[in-house]
């Protein structure tokens, strides 16, 4: 990765607010113009029959890849300037004395805004242990801040709708609040290693909030480079793999597998989702074009759900300050919401 | 006498923390700076210095950066004291 390449050393404040102004109609632009662009695109190739499977699968592909990288750009970008605003330590600070169910709630809020990798689950988690955020409300933290990002969320509106997009943010936050409220109702602090309760921890550094804007926008620069450079491998092999399935799977193949009649399919999506460990940019186009294929909504958010929100390497990490007990009424909790979602949609819809 | 200056990076295999330590080597190694460098991947260790987020940037063990791989000059102020 090259990190060198928006490290333009002392930037003039100009320059900063020029850019996102002069980048935007730009992308407004493309926006606009990409459907009739690609439809143009696909008509003028030779072989490309109207309506044949190949087609509509090129189609697929060719508008989606762009969509999708320009709505993750742009919403990167201003995730970016909003996080710059909450910072670990002050999510810290709020929740700090809060009572449980309130700070459940706030917890689970807080995870959506605040920016977290699961790489600093351990330091995060032992810096709210600290500062006497109760353990709960400390995991609803944990369950929210990776199940519902701005990648998901993208990913949901290009691809779904806002419909979806929102019912997904509505039911992770529901499952994030009570899994949290839960675990705390268990007392399970027995299970959190001992020497995590032993640490003095240093003061440590305060972070310079009072952050001038045109900073903040650097830091939404800076998100884009970070994250849209990570994933949008991931966003074009899963789109290129939901073409595959739009354009040659037959209609309603899935409805036997993952339909609503089928009432297992909940359970082994969410079995077969938890160990599967992948980005939301990855696993969102292809969830996407089997619910196309006749795969139920309730079955689908239970596997997207426990892809993104439960991972592997997250509960490895988290090992390494929990005792297994508490690993298991972890992964088993939010697991069982999962699940409870999962049906409640399929009975739904 | 001169007191060699002790640089360390706080974190455990996030991408970032290889990008930090990385770039602090680099840096140490072209202008040639007389300084130790350290990577501390033990979580009682790094808790030690407060911090929440990967990578910490501890320079003489003051805390400079967290979650952030500074920018190469701010780095090279850092590291030279």
């Given amino acids: ?349 | 006498m001169e007191t060699r200056i002790k640089v360390q990076v706080l974190g455990v295999g996030c991408s970032k923390c290889k990008t930090l330590e990385e770039r602090v080597r680099q840096l140490v190694a072209t202008h040639q700076l007389n300084v130790d460098i350290e990577k501390v991947s033990d979580f009682k260790e790094i808790m030690k210095y407060g911090i929440m987020t990967t990578p910490g940037l501890v320079v003489n063990g003051v805390v400079k950066s967290v979650g952030i791989v500074p920018k190469d000059s701010q780095l090279l102020q850092w590291i030279k004291g």
């Avoid at chain 1, 519902?148 to 290009?158: C, P």
């Fill in chain 1, 1 to 349: 990765m090259n990190t060198r390449a928006w490290s333009f050393a002392p930037v003039s404040e100009k320059r900063t607010y020029a850019l996102p102004l002069l980048l935007l109609p730009v992308w407004v632009v493309i926006y606009v113009f990409l459907q009739p662009a690609v439809d143009a695109v696909v008509h003028s190739l030779p072989g490309m029959m109207p309506g044949s499977m190949l087609t509509e699968a090129v189609r697929f592909f060719l508008y989606e890849v762009p969509k999708v990288l320009l709505l993750l750009t742009l919403i990167v970008f201003l995730v970016g300037i909003v996080r710059s605003y909450f910072s670990p330590e002050r999510t810290r600070r709020i929740l700090g004395k809060r009572s449980t169910f309130t700070g459940n709630i706030l917890a689970s809020l807080l995870g959506v805004v605040t920016p977290f990798c699961s790489c600093s689950a351990v330091p995060l988690f032992i810096g709210f242990v600290e500062a006497g955020v109760p353990l709960g409300v400390t995991f609803s933290f944990l369950i929210a801040a990776p199940m519902i990002n701005e990648i998901a969320l993208v990913l949901l509106f290009g691809l779904f709708g806002w419909k979806t997009a929102l019912l997904y943010a509505g039911t992770g936050l529901l499952i994030a609040i009570t899994a949290g409220y839960v675990i705390g109702r268990l007392k399970v602090e027995r299970f959190v290693e001992d020497w995590v309760y032993a640490i003095r921890p240093g003061s440590g550094m305060v972070p310079d909030e009072a952050m001038p804007f045109a900073q903040r926008i650097e830091h939404g620069f800076e998100s884009v480079r970070d994250i849209v450079g990570k994933v949008w491998l991931y966003v074009v092999v899963g789109i290129a793999v939901g073409a595959g399935i739009h354009g040659f799977v037959p209609e309603n193949f899935m409805a036997s597998i993952m339909g609503k009649s089928a009432w297992w399919s909940v359970p082994i999506s969410v079995l077969i989702g938890v160990p599967l460990y992948s980005n939301a940019a990855g696993i969102i186009p292809i969830v996407q074009a089997l619910l196309e294929k006749g795969a139920s909504l309730g079955t689908v958010l239970a596997f997207m759900m426990s892809v993104i929100g439960l991972s592997f390497p997250e509960t490895i990490i988290l090992k390494k300050v929990l005792k297994l007990p508490l690993i298991f009424i972890f992964v088993g909790v939010v697991a069982t919401g999962i699940l409870i979602v999962g049906y409640v949609f399929n009975f739904i819809y």
